[in-house]
């Protein structure tokens, strides 16, 4: 990081994951962004090269509940996060190795 870069978005991005509260009639589909497990986090920014600073645009992340559900959020840290719930399909795409298959309950 050189000085002058911009990473003021990342601390307003991990208010709105923590802030994240999502209750549900099914267990497995509820999320607290205080106690979800952070599977996998990636940042986007961009470089000025007049200046050689970079600015943090957006923060990704792949977080798994209690139930091992996972969901996706995206943060510009302008109050206003993307955030859903994802298959398991499409979570053991795109996270690959990091994935882990939720355990099965026998009743």
Known sequence: M????DLSILPRAEDEFRALIVDSDFP???FDGRT??????????????????YTLAS????????HGEYFFFI????????????????????LGRKYVAPARISG
Do not use: M, W, Y
Request: aromatic share 6%.
């Open 36 to 53: 979800a497990e952070i599977v996998h986090e990636h940042r986007e920014g961009f470089t000025n090269r007049n200046t050689n600073t």
């Open 2 to 5: 050189a000085r002058g870069d």
């Open 59 to 66: 923060v990704h992340r792949f977080a798994r509940n209690a």
């Open 28 to 30: 497995e589909l509820c």
């Open 75 to 94: 943060s510009e840290g302008s109050g206003r996060p993307l955030f859903k719930h994802i298959t398991q399909a499409n979570a053991r795409i795109a």
